[in-house]
Structure formats: structure tokens, C-alpha cells
């Protein structure tokens, strides 16, 4: 089965530091990932894919095939970072979801 | 548009009632997914549709069932609800990419559910 495992539920640093979410996929050809991402009150929105190898707000993530890792890295956090992030792979039909870190940025 | 609406926003029931939550969306998506959000538990798939007429199961289906009748809506049942299904409930929809694979999915604003 396919699998998505983010290993920190909670995640806290001080802002103008890096940022790194983990995540990590079960090995299975060619994945397609995602990371999402819910802002507090606001509905669960995508923030980037790897297929796009874009910047968003700041972050970025590679996928490391090696490593079956696709972790999410932002050089300076920032205070409106703090957020629920969910890392996931396609499957077929469906997104398989990991469980999710909370990160806060501490003043 | 409005994109993905979900009704209600929040309900609180006893236990063994029954009740319907509806989302809808304008986005003309084929596929369509209820989710529940619980602590530390993450997002999990409860059931999904990809298409006007079809449903399948996900990963936590006990005690839900569901409808998709017209494309646009899809309606998540609870027919006896329990206190273990105290929880944030997430619509989301989605296009297909003809592939049997699914693109960027979109939520709704999350319907709190309290089962006393």
C-alpha cells in the first residue's frame, strides 16, 4: 500500500529561521507529490507539487528518489507560516494524505 | 464561483441520530472525496465518487454512507452516529486527468461535528 509518513506532528521554530517539514513516501515508480496546506480558520489549500519545481511563499521541496523523501525547506521562516502542512502522493483516483506536522514560528 | 460549499458548518448530534451533510461545488469536477480531520490522526479518506453515479469506499467507511446523484453534489450520511465520529469533516473535489488519475483538489470550509 501506498504510504506517506510525516514523522513530527509538531514542529516549532523562531522566526528568520529554516524551516524543514519532513516527509516520506513508501517506494512505488514514479510518485507524484504534494504539499498542502491548511492556515488557521481557512479551508486546506494546495501550496506546491513537485512536478511544478516552483517557489512558493518561500518554500520549496525536492524529491529525493533515494530517500523516497520530498521534504518541504524554506530558508527564513516567517510568523505566517504557522500552519497545519500535509504532505501527499497520487494514487490512483485519490491523493494518499500523511498525517500531517503543525508548525509554529515563535516571534 | 464559490468552489467547494459544505452545509452545515457545524451540528452537534446525540448519539444514534442521523444526519445528511451536503457538499457542492460549481467547478464541474468529476471527482469528489469526504475526508475526516481528527487530531494526530491526520486526513483520512472516508469515501469518494468519480462521477455522477458512482461511489467507492476509502480508508475509514464504517458507519457513513454516501450519494452522488448529480455531479455537482455529494452527500455523506451518518445513519447512527457514535461519539468516535466526533470530528472535522472535509469536502473536496476534483478534475480528472483521463487517466483514472485525479488533479489538484480543492476543500471546502469544513463541516464540526460534536456526537454527545
Known amino acids: 500500500a501506498q504510504r506517506v509518513t510525516q514523522p513530527e506532528k509538531l514542529l516549532s521554530v523562531f522566526k528568520g529561521a529554516p524551516v524543514e517539514l519532513k516527509c516520506n513516501y513508501s517506494y512505488s515508480g514514479s510518485p507524484e507529490l504534494f504539499w498542502y496546506v491548511q492556515y488557521s480558520r481557512q479551508r486546506l489549500q494546495l501550496l506546491l507539487r513537485h512536478i511544478s519545481r516552483e517557489s512558493i511563499k518561500g518554500f520549496t521541496a525536492d524529491l529525493n528518489k533515494g530517500e523516497t523523501s520530498f521534504h518541504l525547506k524554506k530558508p527564513f521562516a516567517q510568523e505566517e507560516d504557522s500552519a497545519m502542512y500535509y504532505c501527499?502522493?497520487?494514487?490512483?483516483?485519490?491523493?494518499?494524505f500523511g498525517q500531517g506536522t503543525r508548525l509554529t514560528i515563535n516571534p | 464561483n464559490a468552489g467547494v460549499t459544505q452545509t452545515p458548518k457545524f451540528r452537534v448530534l446525540k448519539t444514534g441520530q442521523s444526519m445528511t451533510l451536503l457538499c457542492a461545488q460549481d467547478?464541474?469536477?468529476?471527482?469528489m472525496y469526504w475526508y475526516r480531520q481528527d487530531p494526530g490522526m491526520g486526513l483520512r479518506l472516508i469515501h469518494y465518487s468519480v462521477g455522477e453515479g458512482t461511489t467507492a469506499k476509502g480508508e475509514v467507511p464504517d458507519g457513513y454512507n454516501v450519494s452522488r446523484l448529480k455531479k455537482q453534489n455529494f452527500l455523506l450520511g451518518l445513519e447512527s452516529a457514535a461519539p468516535s465520529q466526533t470530528s472535522v469533516y472535509f469536502c473536496?473535489?476534483?478534475?480528472?486527468?483521463?487517466?483514472?488519475?485525479?488533479?489538484?483538489?480543492?476543500f471546502g470550509p469544513g463541516t464540526r461535528l460534536t456526537v454527545l
Open positions: 467547478m464541474n469536477h468529476e471527482y
Open positions: 501527499a502522493r497520487q494514487g490512483a483516483q485519490k491523493l494518499v
Open positions: 473536496a473535489s476534483s478534475y480528472s486527468r483521463g487517466r483514472g488519475d485525479a488533479d489538484t483538489q480543492y
